[in-house]
């Protein structure tokens, strides 16, 4: 059986290193862990430590023998920006595209997003969300961490995002094909936005046509917006690692 990963908050320091908060608690209190147990370590950012359980107090778990295994890059590859939409679908989005392998998330306030975040509400919805994500992070053995960015509008989206190759799915018939692009284009970094459950306003899409975003189509089929995010984040991890 694999070993259970936890997040380290700080980095090990000769062979020792310590689990704090909720990590800690999970590990004590839920796994109930007791000390000579192999555990694995992850910072999030593609390092990954083996490690033994040492001694365990009300808060802290402090943990011994901790040796690197592993150092993946930590670079971000591939981008999803998702409109907001129903809890329910939106924590499926982060949880499975997490496990898919997507390097990073924008949450866009939409004009047709059913659902708004009000300001007071924003750090736990933030905290829920990346707690989804970590999960997920566990779940699947992945070593990085993927980065989670608070709802924001079109335009303040559009001004802050790296470069690389920028796609737009559309429901339009008479757009190249999602295929056809990836196949044709040489890229390292890719974005991909994903519409609200309503729909693109217009202007929406002429702003970001102007923006560098390629229209791109998955067929004549309607996909939902939960199913159109793991659809295309599974397409572009394919087509990332293809040789």
Same mark, same amino acid.
């Not at 707690?131 to 990085?144: D, H, M, Y």
């Not at 001004?159 to 692009?181: F, H, M, Q, T």
């Not at 970094?189 to 693109?200: D, K, S």
């Given at each position: 059986?694999?070993?259970?990963?936890?997040?380290?908050?700080?980095?090990?320091?000769?062979?020792?290193?310590?689990?704090?908060g909720s990590e800690a608690h999970h590990l004590r209190n839920v796994l109930r862990a007791e000390p000579g147990r192999?555990?694995?370590?992850?910072?999030?950012?593609?390092?990954?430590?083996?490690?033994?359980?040492?001694?365990?107090?009300?808060?802290?778990?402090?943990?011994?023998?901790?040796?690197?295994?592993?150092?993946?890059?930590?670079?971000?590859?591939?981008?999803?920006?998702?409109?907001?939409?129903?809890?329910?679908?939106?924590?499926?989005?982060?949880?499975?595209?997490?496990? /898919? &392998?997507?390097?990073?998330?924008?949450?866009?306030? $939409? *004009?047709?997003? %059913?659902?708004?975040?009000? +300001?007071?509400?924003? =750090?736990?919805?933030?905290?829920?969300?990346?707690?989804?994500?970590?999960?997920?992070?566990?779940?699947?053995?992945?070593?990085?961490?993927?980065?989670l960015y608070p709802p924001s509008s079109l335009q303040v989206l559009c001004r802050n995002l790296a470069p690389g190759?920028?796609?737009?799915?559309?429901?339009?018939?008479?757009?190249?094909?999602?295929?056809?692009?990836?196949?044709?284009?040489?890229?390292?970094?890719?974005?991909?936005?994903?519409?609200?459950?309503?729909?693109?306003?217009?202007?929406?899409?002429?702003?970001?046509?102007?923006?560098?975003?390629?229209?791109?189509? /998955? &067929?004549?089929?309607?996909?939902?917006?939960?199913? $159109? *995010?793991?659809? %295309?984040?599974?397409?572009? +991890?394919?087509?990332? =690692?293809?040789?």
């Amino acid at each position: 059986m694999s070993s259970r990963r936890f997040l380290l908050l700080e980095p090990p320091s000769n062979g020792r290193a310590t689990l704090r908060g909720s990590e800690a608690h999970h590990l004590r209190n839920v796994l109930r862990a007791e000390p000579g147990r192999a555990v694995e370590l992850i910072d999030g950012s593609g390092r990954i430590w083996q490690a033994v359980v040492g001694q365990c107090s009300a808060a802290v778990v402090e943990l011994t023998e901790v040796e690197l295994l592993e150092t993946a890059s930590a670079a971000p590859h591939l981008g999803l920006i998702q409109s907001l939409c129903k809890a329910d679908k939106l924590e499926w989005i982060l949880e499975k595209c997490t496990e /898919l &392998g997507i390097d990073e998330i924008y949450l866009l306030e $939409a *004009a047709r997003s %059913v659902v708004r975040v009000p +300001k007071e509400r924003l =750090e736990a919805k933030m905290e829920r969300w990346q707690r989804i994500i970590l999960g997920a992070v566990k779940q699947s053995r992945r070593g990085t961490l993927p980065m989670l960015y608070p709802p924001s509008s079109l335009q303040v989206l559009c001004r802050n995002l790296a470069p690389g190759l920028k796609l737009l799915l559309s429901e339009s018939k008479d757009v190249p094909s999602l295929k056809s692009i990836l196949r044709s284009s040489t890229w390292t970094h890719a974005i991909i936005c994903i519409g609200p459950e309503g729909g693109w306003t217009g202007q929406e899409h002429q702003e970001l046509v102007q923006s560098g975003f390629q229209p791109a189509s /998955l &067929g004549p089929q309607i996909l939902r917006t939960e199913t $159109a *995010a793991l659809v %295309v984040t599974a397409l572009l +991890k394919y087509e990332q =690692e293809e040789p």
